[in-house]
């Protein structure tokens, strides 16, 4: 086994920290954040930073670096209140990890890796067309984190748009079945094998295995 | 495609509800979270909200719910400032998730589950000795989140141990040569396979693949 304490930590150069540090919280989720500007000018980022939040009302969280990549996509959501968040399967990989590239604002992620931005029902921002789970979220709040100089995002699920095999009895959604990739460190994906379903743990009661 | 809007969704039964929303924020992290309480008890408590914050200084965040079953694990951490966060493998999957279950604050989940307690260096909290990717960390900050009764809890990375093999020469870590899993949805458990690692992404450069 090998210990890293923080001295060692902090002597590591720039980029071996950023690969080490990111490689730490463990899987992370592969996502598009799809927004637009009030002039119609399109955006498309990858986040591995979007995170559960809460079931009612249904929230979810990202930490976005202001001075980094996903600068547009904070400005467009905050101009337009909406953004839609769409799961990277292994089939768009590279075109997904593409639109981490510094473009310029008036450059469309969209026009330069080949995914198709999409309108659907009322949503302003565009959905990734190749995408097969997405969700519309409405803007709710943002705090700068003073700690770091990151900001966590907080927005609303309005509409879910999923296959209709991925969709289970009990409502809740086999991810595999649309082939959603898992992301570690800071650009390594990763295709899943379901090893098993646990029942709600109970002090005084054995787990059982639910079907998947 | 099957759509839901949000009416659909503020339809579905509490449990169906949790089941759907916690489904699509994608792959999530599994991690124990060990603590220990000024008088010497012992907490394990897994958590599928770990994220990473920053690299510099390393933060990682975690979302707890006060009124659930990490409460003992938020109080604990208050307490004594420290806390551990191990990865979950695929041989520990059920000891881990029963650790969720709603013991008294006497019970230690260690004790019920099979995990053993290890302390390691000058760290207060315990470390689960099965686990085969784990750090301590030092509590920074914690900030209620209004909008729905969750606390962001932050803190900062201290000590990292792991597996010689688990990691590379460029500091990123293996994280699959630790047997990790993810997590989807309430109870689904994943091993992962790596499709690839692509290079930095630039606007005028053809992404390249790495080693893994």
Same mark, same amino acid.
């Given at each position: 086994m090998h210990h890293f304490n923080r001295s060692e930590i902090d002597q590591l150069a720039r980029f071996d920290r950023a690969r080490f540090i990111n490689s730490l919280s463990g899987f992370k989720s592969a996502n598009l954040i799809g927004t637009i500007d009030e002039n119609g000018q399109e955006n498309l980022c990858i986040v591995s930073s979007v995170f559960h939040l809460? &079931?009612?009302?249904?929230l979810l969280g990202m930490i976005v670096r202001?001075? #980094?990549?996903p600068r547009h996509t904070l400005e467009n959501l905050l101009e337009t209140q909406s953004y839609t968040i769409n799961h990277v399967h292994s089939e768009i990989i590279e075109a997904a990890h593409q639109t981490s590239a510094n473009y310029a604002k008036g450059t469309s992620e969209f026009s330069v890796t080949g995914l198709s931005p999409q309108y659907l029902d009322d949503c302003p921002a565009p959905f990734?067309?190749? #995408?097969r789970l997405k969700m519309a979220l409405q803007y709710r709040e943002h705090q700068p984190l &003073?700690?770091?100089?990151t900001v966590l995002v907080i927005g609303e699920i309005t509409d879910v748009y999923l296959p209709e095999k991925a969709l289970r009895s009990d409502f809740s959604v086999n991810i595999e079945a649309c082939q959603s990739v898992a992301i570690s460190g800071l650009d390594q994906y990763h295709s899943t094998t379901t090893l098993t379903r646990l029942s709600? &743990?109970?002090?005084d009661r054995d787990l059982t295995t639910l079907e998947f």
């Open positions: 809460g &079931a009612n009302p249904p202001p001075h #980094s990549v990734v067309m190749q #995408s &003073a700690i770091n100089d709600y &743990a109970k002090p």
